[in-house]
């Protein structure tokens, strides 16, 4: 691939497991890796990993649900790092409830953390890429948003992230910024349920698993010199499930 530039990356929520790959793939690759979760204990434990590994990283603490607490995370970034050239907006939750059991405030929460926190960071830290006329911004979406999923509040965030970053591009016209999500299948991480895990080889043609690092290897191309014209895009990481079958059986 052709870098030509180390860039420096926030990637919120990235003590979750699929950032494991992304955050070894930008460190391996010589960006400056910047790791934001909830906890800064959790944020500490991810970037030791960066670094124990040769790459170079920083810790913050953000709450994406609160617009104070990413006005600080920027404010904090911005003092120790100075401006960023690519967001990636990995921090998610999938709340595993049918529509008979959800309330109003379980299905505001999921879509506060996965589709409004997105919002949040980009609104804040877009201009200054838009200002200096190059970003790379990277959502992290998931095939649920493409083709629905039996978790409304989580199906509904996703579709809307995925919407999102197309709609962004109208506003990043002309400005040297891209945005793209990345839609994930079954991605080996704590938040997959055993019956995904066993659905896999009659579900997905591959019969793998996503590694992280897979997802990893598509933002460093995303962020790379030759991905400069791919904008608006849904990347479906998924073993070619969509195309052809539904994960879940019906309940």
Known sequence: MNMQKQRTVL??????????GIN????????????????LEAAETAAGTVREAGGRAEAFAVDVTDHDSVAALADSVHDRVGEIDVL???????DRKYLKDHDASSFERTIDINLVGPFRLIQRFAPDMVERAWGRI?????????TGYPYPSYAASKGGLSNLTRSLVID??????????????????PMVIQEVRDQVPRKVPTEQIIDPDEIGGVA???????AKNINGADILVDGGATRFFQLFDRQ
């Not at 070894?24 to 906890?39: K, P, T, W, Y």
């Not at 990636?88 to 999938?94: D, E």
């Not at 002309?174 to 991480?189: A, M, R, Y």
């Open 11 to 20: 990637v919120t929520g990235a003590a979750g497991g699929m950032c494991r």
């Open 88 to 94: 990636i907006n990995a921090a998610g939750i999938l």
């Open 220 to 226: 460093l191309f995303l962020i790379s010199d030759d």
């Open 24 to 39: 070894a793939r930008l460190g391996a690759a010589g960006h400056m890796v910047l790791c934001a979760d909830l906890s």
């Open 138 to 146: 990277i959502n992290i979406s998931s095939i649920a948003g493409v």
């Open 172 to 189: 990043m016209w002309g400005t040297g910024v891209t945005v793209n999500s990345i839609c994930p299948g079954v991605v080996d991480t």
